[in-house]
Nanobody, 126 residues
């Protein structure tokens, strides 16, 4: 099991930026593909972005492509999500997620997630 703790959420105006961080402990972080998901009130949890275990490939939902950037620092055992040009539709609880197994495929749906963080609230005001 890997423990994941998100930070960096908050309240921001539309058009602004935030950077989320996810600190990991437990299993070898650098061996796992990682991702970010989000869940807005009354909606299902949805995929936002993911990154391969080695960090050489990144994947994004169409709704955030060009605005969000996922990255990882395996030496610091931390995953990041840089969010720019934020929109009110980006308001949600954001969750850090680890893939199901080492050296595996990146998680693109909740069913492909092995471990979740507790979530951090992002609120974008108009």
């Amino acid at each position: 099991q890997v423990q994941l703790v998100e930070s960096g959420g908050g309240l921001v105006q539309a058009g602004g930026s935030l950077r989320l961080a996810c600190a990991a402990s437990g299993r070898t972080f650098s061996n796992y593909a990682m991702g970010w998901f989000r869940q807005a009130p009354g909606k299902e949890r949805e995929f936002v972005a993911a990154i391969s275990w080695i960090g050489d490939n990144a994947y994004y939902a169409d709704s955030v492509k060009g605005r969000f950037t996922i990255s990882r620092d395996n030496a610091k055992i931390t995953l990041y999500l840089q969010m720019t040009s934020l929109k009110t539709d980006d308001t949600a609880v954001y969750y850090c997620a680890a893939g199901l197994g080492p050296y595996g495929r990146y998680p693109s749906s909740p069913a492909e997630v092995g471990d979740w963080g507790q979530g951090t609230q992002v609120t974008v005001s108009s």
